[in-house]
């Protein structure tokens, strides 16, 4: 996929502007997830049920994943320097909004908000960050970017908890707040004006997945284990305090502990996806459905809990980076509309999850969540299992890796 260069800017300066853009990923994706983290506190300080907080992430997914394609549309002659300005600026004031708000239904309202801005960004991206640089070195670029998405997923919601821990739940955000206005003073200092040069229309993203089978393959297989991950994810804080009568500062220690596994998967299928993705993907996928299974069938005890986060961390750092390969790799030509699509598929999986898993946790019980979890990644694996070596995609040679 080509992209429109930026009239030689400096390579410093280049590099410089996408680190801006993995710093915006960081503080996107982290103010997604890290109420996570936050649920026992702030249901507590809100009156409502741990099922009701929950819906902090079910609405900010909705909005990320099915606004995306339409916002991108409609800004298509908008500047993308400008645009990412804009939404940082939401971000911003969404965090600071939310560490003030007297009650539940404004907090709601503003995560709405801040997911529109989020979803934007996923789509605009990778592609901002692959014009920033000589095009010879746009794919490594992309990967810088592409690999913080894993870091971001598993470091946001310890890093909540820790902050937490230490202030209350309200500073947090106060703190997320402030450091999502550095990072828009560096997108605004670093990234070099970039007028829209790849816009993708609506008819294009909703007709892509029509003629490209092995892209509906995997959009659905990512829809799948992004409703196991993170249905049971989003409780992992009252499923522990509940079966092993975890305290906060042990919740804290294994979700950081979580964190780490999850570096370390993401490392590790840097190496391994360029050598068989679809194997990397079937390894990460048994190792999440594996991990759920550790959790309840030792979770109750503070070394099986570590033992079962820190397999459910390697493994789904492996399947992150994975499944933007595969994406990747099912669409190289039409790469930021089968994003789009991506992003639609993974946020409103992400939202559905949340919803599903608050719904279990209120009627069923918090196991009940870690059970749906182990369902749905099952499914995914299988359905990768299922499809065969001919119809999924290949790993390419120019393959997105964090070990470029």
């Not at 592609?127 to 690999?147: F, G």
């Not at 990512?222 to 409780?235: I, N, P």
């Not at 594996?290 to 397999?311: K, T």
Request: proline share 4%; glycine share 10%.
């Amino acid at each position: 996929m080509t992209f429109a260069q930026t009239p030689s800017p400096s390579a410093l300066r280049g590099w410089l502007g996408v680190a801006a853009i993995t710093a915006s990923l960081f503080v996107f994706l982290t103010t997604e997830l890290m109420p996570v983290g936050l649920l026992t506190p702030v249901s507590a300080s809100l009156a409502i049920s741990v099922g009701v907080a929950g819906l902090m992430v079910t609405l900010y997914g909705v909005s990320a994943g099915l606004g995306v394609p339409f916002i991108v549309a409609w800004t298509r002659r908008v500047n993308r320097r400008v645009l990412l300005s804009v939404l940082l600026v939401i971000l911003v004031a969404g965090n600071l909004v939310t560490s003030i708000s007297p009650n539940y239904p404004l907090v709601l309202v503003t995560r709405l908000v801040m997911g529109f801005a989020s979803g934007v960004f996923w789509a605009i991206g990778v592609s901002m960050a692959m014009r920033l640089v000589p095009e010879r070195q746009a794919s490594r670029a992309a990967a810088i970017v592409m690999s913080g998405i894993s870091i971001a997923a598993v470091v946001g919601i310890p890093l909540g908890t820790v902050l937490e821990s230490l202030t209350d739940w309200r500073t947090t955000f106060l703190i997320w707040a402030g450091l999502s206005a550095l990072v828009l003073v560096a997108v605004v200092t670093l990234i070099p004006s970039l007028p829209s040069a790849n816009a993708v229309s609506v008819r294009e993203v909703f007709g892509l997945p029509l003629r490209n089978v092995p892209l509906r393959l995997v959009l659905v297989t990512v829809m799948l284990f992004v409703l196991g991950h993170f249905g049971a994810y989003t409780f992992v804080r009252p499923y522990l305090e509940e079966a092993a009568s975890a305290t906060p500062f042990f919740v804290t220690a294994v979700l950081m502990v979580y964190g780490a596994g999850g570096a370390a998967g993401n490392f590790i299928a840097g190496y391994t996806v360029t050598r068989s993705l679809r194997g990397s993907f079937v390894a990460g996928c048994a190792g999440l459905v594996g991990s759920l299974l550790l959790l309840l069938a030792i979770g109750d005890g503070p070394v099986g809990a570590v033992v079962a986060l820190v397999l459910w961390g390697v493994s789904f750092g492996v399947v992150q980076l994975c499944q933007v390969n595969m994406t990747q790799a099912a669409a190289p030509d039409t790469f930021e509309a089968a994003m789009s699509l991506n992003t639609m598929s993974y946020n409103t999986s992400i939202a559905l999850g949340a919803l599903f898993g608050g719904l279990f946790a209120d009627r069923l019980g918090v196991a009940s969540v870690v059970w749906f979890g182990v369902a749905l990644t099952a499914a995914s694996l299988l359905l990768t299992l299922g499809t065969g070596r001919g119809k999924a995609p290949a790993a390419r040679e120019d393959v997105l890796t964090a070990g470029e």
